[in-house]
Nanobody, 116 residues
Framework: VQLVESGGGLVQAGGSLRLSCAVSGTIFSLNAMGWYRQPPGKQRELVAQISTGGRTNYADSVKGRATISRDNAKSTVYLQMNSLLSEDTADYYC???????????WGRGTLVTVSS
C-alpha cells in the first residue's frame, strides 16, 4: 500500500492550499482516510478524517477552515485549507485505515509552511 502526498509548499498567512494524497495497493473505497500534521517540535495530531461513507471529522483548530474530501474513482483524498495561520505550519501526513482488516498506513508527508 502506498500513500503519496502532494500540494505542500510555502504560502502566506491568509492564503489557501489543497493537499492531495494518491493511494494505491488497496481498495481505496474501503479505507477510512485522514490527514494528520506534525508541527515543528510537537507531536503528530489529527487534522481531519473522512469515513468510507463520507462522514467527516475535524480538529477544533481547523473547523471552518478545512475541508476533507475523497474521490474514490481517483483513489485520492484531498484537504482544502483556507485562511491559513502560521500555526498551520507542519508536515502533513495522509493516513489510511482498511475497514476490512484494521491495517493502518501512512504517507511520507508534505511540508506546509505558512509565512506571516
Amino acid at each position: 500500500v502506498q500513500l503519496v502526498e502532494s500540494g505542500g509548499g510555502l504560502v502566506q498567512a491568509g492564503g489557501s492550499l489543497r493537499l492531495s494524497c494518491a493511494v494505491s495497493g488497496t481498495i481505496f473505497s474501503l479505507n477510512a482516510m485522514g490527514w494528520y500534521r506534525q508541527p515543528p517540535g510537537k507531536q503528530r495530531e489529527l487534522v481531519a478524517q473522512i469515513s468510507t461513507g463520507g462522514r467527516t471529522n475535524y480538529a477544533d483548530s481547523v473547523k471552518g477552515r478545512a475541508t476533507i474530501s475523497r474521490d474514490n474513482a481517483k483513489s485520492t483524498v484531498y484537504l482544502q485549507m483556507n485562511s491559513l495561520l502560521s500555526e498551520d505550519t507542519a508536515d502533513y501526513y495522509c493516513h489510511a485505515v482498511q475497514s476490512y482488516s484494521g491495517m493502518e498506513y501512512w504517507g511520507r508527508g508534505t511540508l506546509v509552511t505558512v509565512s506571516s
